[in-house]
């Protein structure tokens, strides 16, 4: 076993159940390189001989890491750290994002939320058909989950005859808000995805430093008469979210 014993102690004095202690113990023994990295982590038995606990003791703190998805345990191999995975999204869903984590089980939240009126670039008038200095309603987000860093910063620009205003509730997903407030049935969306460097601005809402590369998406959604809804562009970290194509081989004639 590669454990420094002079910082991996446990106190059979301390109030502190030994469970607790224990678990403590794993969390900073995963956090070491070696563990990280894939190695195994020390068997049961020989942690109960080190820490002069049960195997039971030892047992009942992997099992809540286990639980926590921390680490990972295969009959007849051992224990591992468990692999950190990146959150994924496919082609096919091009809902909101709150709902796409939602079926993949993961609690997002809005981390920031702003909104405001803005006279919108040339991009986004010839799409939405709109004069050049018509100021339109924009929405921005950073979402990410509940404890922990950013993943994504949405803006959003909507066309002005939907009426969507800073009254409206945005800590639901998106979309069901535009039915049900707005009557709007979103439809179809054509999507452009790139890479690029985080630059300054959006480096800073993400937490990360400008250099950092950042996947790109722009959206643009329609409403079931094809007419235009919104304008979406999002910034991912790279390093949280990941893209998914699964696509078939099409019958050879």
């Not at 089980?105 to 809005?110: D, E, F, L």
């Not at 018509?134 to 009426?163: A, Q």
């Amino acid at each position: 076993m590669n454990i420094p014993t002079q910082d991996f102690i446990i106190d059979h004095n301390s109030k502190l159940p030994l469970h607790v202690q224990v678990e403590e113990l794993f969390r900073k023994l995963i956090k070491m390189e070696a563990y990280k990295k894939g190695a195994l982590l020390p068997k049961e038995v020989d942690l109960a001989n080190l820490w002069g606990v049960s195997r039971n003791t030892i047992r009942q703190a992997t099992n809540k890491l286990e639980h926590e998805g921390l680490i990972t345990r295969k009959k007849g191999i051992g224990t591992r750290v468990a692999e950190k995975k990146s959150l994924v999204t496919g082609l096919d869903h091009w809902y909101s994002f709150t709902r796409e984590m939602q079926e993949k089980g993961i609690h997002v939240v809005n981390q920031a939320l702003k909104t405001s009126t803005e006279q919108p670039n040339e991009e986004i008038c010839n799409f939405f058909n709109c004069p050049a200095d018509k100021k339109i309603f924009k929405l921005s987000k950073l979402k990410g989950e509940s404890s922990g860093d950013p993943i994504v910063y949405f803006e959003s620009f909507f066309h002005p005859r939907i009426g969507i205003d800073k009254n409206d509730d945005f800590n639901v997903p998106l979309y069901s808000m535009l039915q049900e407030n707005h009557g709007v049935i979103v439809h179809r969306s054509r999507e452009n995805i790139s890479a690029c460097q985080a630059g300054a601005v959006i480096g800073k809402k993400l937490k990360v430093s400008a250099s950092f590369p950042v996947l790109k998406r722009e959206r643009f959604v329609y409403d079931i008469n094809g007419k235009p809804v919104e304008y979406n562009v999002g910034y991912y970290r790279s390093d949280k979210f990941t893209y998914t194509i699964d696509i078939n081989k099409s019958q050879e004639i």
